[in-house]
């Protein structure tokens, strides 16, 4: 009982003193709207020809069709994102497939060590798996309790919400397994190769 009182008492004093700020990376301001930042126009790809496939370093590569991805266990991510351009956005609400359950399908060669995401309108980006495994990546399909929108990625995107979102790769389609990190369309523009926003790495050499 006395237990209950003192966390209570704790958890009221922590949210007068940080508050909300506790939960913005050095640099970032909140922002409540949600910010469209494409670098190039919207594809729209046909769901009856939409395919998600991960090779590379596997022992078989696997596709999914749409309808199949749909059958894969779903979860709720309800998460923090913030943009390299300094926004924050707090308690987005995703629903989407770990990747951790999409490589419960795939054997992963002991070399591989990264991988490269690859979308619709060729945009790529790169992960570590240490930075993708244990429930920190998933491929989500809807936000906010409905289907994502095409210009934040719809019918699917990645999302990383530990790393800035320009890892969050949207129409994404699918995961190459590669035994080298090596950087996609920002990180060889020069971003960050990881870009945690926690260690303000924004720029190549951060
Ligand atoms: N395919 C693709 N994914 C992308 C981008 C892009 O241009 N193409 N932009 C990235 C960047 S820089 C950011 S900040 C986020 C923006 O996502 P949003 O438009 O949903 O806010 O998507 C990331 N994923
Ligand atoms: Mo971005």
């Not at 958890?11 to 050095?26: C, L, M, N, S, W």
């Not at 809807?142 to 530990?162: C, I, Q, S, T």
């Amino acid at each position: 009982m006395s237990q209950k009182f003192v966390s209570r008492g704790f958890t009221g004093k922590r949210e007068r003193a940080g508050g909300q700020g506790a939960r913005v990376p050095p640099g970032q301001h909140l922002v409540s709207d949600f910010p469209v930042l494409s670098a190039g126009p919207t594809p729209r790809t046909d769901l009856a020809r939409w395919t998600f496939t991960i090779d590379g370093l596997v022992t078989a590569p696997v596709s999914w069709s749409w309808a199949d991805f749909q059958h894969l266990p779903v979860q709720d991510f309800v998460k923090d994102i913030s943009c390299v351009t300094k926004w924050t956005k707090l308690d987005t609400r995703w629903r989407g497939v770990s990747v951790d359950t999409l490589f419960e399908h795939v054997e992963l060669d002991p070399r591989a060590v990264a991988l490269i995401a690859s979308c619709d309108g060729g945009y790529t980006t790169n992960l570590l798996l240490s930075d993708a495994l244990n429930g920190q990546a998933f491929v989500a399909y809807e936000y906010d309790g409905k289907p994502l929108a095409p210009e934040h990625g719809g019918p699917a995107r990645l999302v990383v919400p530990h790393l800035y979102f320009w890892k969050s790769a949207k129409w994404v389609r699918g995961l190459r397994l590669v035994n080298k990190d090596a950087p996609g369309f920002w990180e060889s523009l020069g971003y960050h190769i990881r870009g945690d926003p926690w260690k303000e790495q924004r720029y190549t050499d951060d």
